[in-house]
């Protein structure tokens, strides 16, 4: 069923979602898969930021300086087609298995660990449900116009999160 002939939540302003029975990950794009976010107004900021440019948030004295968080872009596969999508942050944390910047660091020690995750993470079969992209003045580029993972199950009894996979390939020195 399209995204399209779903109803919206019973306020009448929600985005419409989609449920598909079950949907296998087909591609994983972890080249750029987050970005730094003010921790006050969630605001996406350039990397290298130090502080909020909108609100001052992480500008010191005292307030949580801005941290990395998903945009992880995955192309699903439905029974009927394949579907282009994003999941932010806490959706990506469930089958990352720990925040963004963590992620990053780990990638950053260990050369071809992105693209092992890629790879470890295609195939997996999940239950998703699926949102219309939000048009809000809070835009986080071209990943805005994919439908977004707001709740992900992975359907395999063993599954493990992909940095317990990648900490088994990649063992501490």
């Known amino acids: 069923m399209p995204l399209a002939a779903c109803t919206a939540g019973g306020d009448g302003g929600a985005a419409?979602?989609?449920?598909?029975?079950f949907c296998t990950i087909m591609a994983v794009d972890t080249s750029d898969f987050?970005?730094?976010?003010?921790?006050?107004?969630?605001?996406a900021l350039p990397d290298g930021?130090?502080?909020?440019?909108?609100?001052?948030?992480?500008?010191?004295?005292?307030?949580?300086?801005?941290?990395?968080?998903?945009?992880?872009?995955?192309s699903l596969a439905t029974h009927d087609r394949v579907v282009p999508v994003v999941l932010f942050n806490r959706t990506a944390?469930?089958?990352?298995?720990?925040?963004?910047?963590?992620?990053?660091?780990?990638?950053?020690a260990h050369p071809g660990s992105a693209?092992?995750?890629?790879?470890?993470?295609?195939?997996?079969?999940?239950?998703?449900?699926?949102?219309a992209p939000a048009r809000n003045k809070r835009s986080t580029g071209?990943?805005?116009e994919r439908l977004r993972v707001v709740s992900v199950v992975p359907l395999?009894?063993?599954?493990r999160p992909i940095v317990d996979a990648l900490r088994t390939l990649y063992p501490r020195s």
């Open 49 to 74: 930021a130090v502080s909020c440019f909108a609100c001052g948030g992480g500008g010191g004295g005292g307030q949580p300086a801005p941290t990395r968080v998903y945009r992880l872009l995955l």
């Open 34 to 43: 987050s970005y730094l976010s003010c921790p006050r107004c969630e605001l």
């Open 156 to 159: 395999r009894d063993s599954f």
């Open 16 to 21: 419409a979602t989609w449920t598909p029975p």
């Open 93 to 108: 944390r469930t089958l990352m298995g720990c925040p963004a910047d963590d992620l990053a660091r780990f990638f950053a």
């Open 142 to 144: 071209a990943a805005d």
């Open 115 to 131: 693209r092992a995750a890629a790879e470890a993470l295609r195939g997996e079969m999940c239950r998703v449900v699926l949102r």
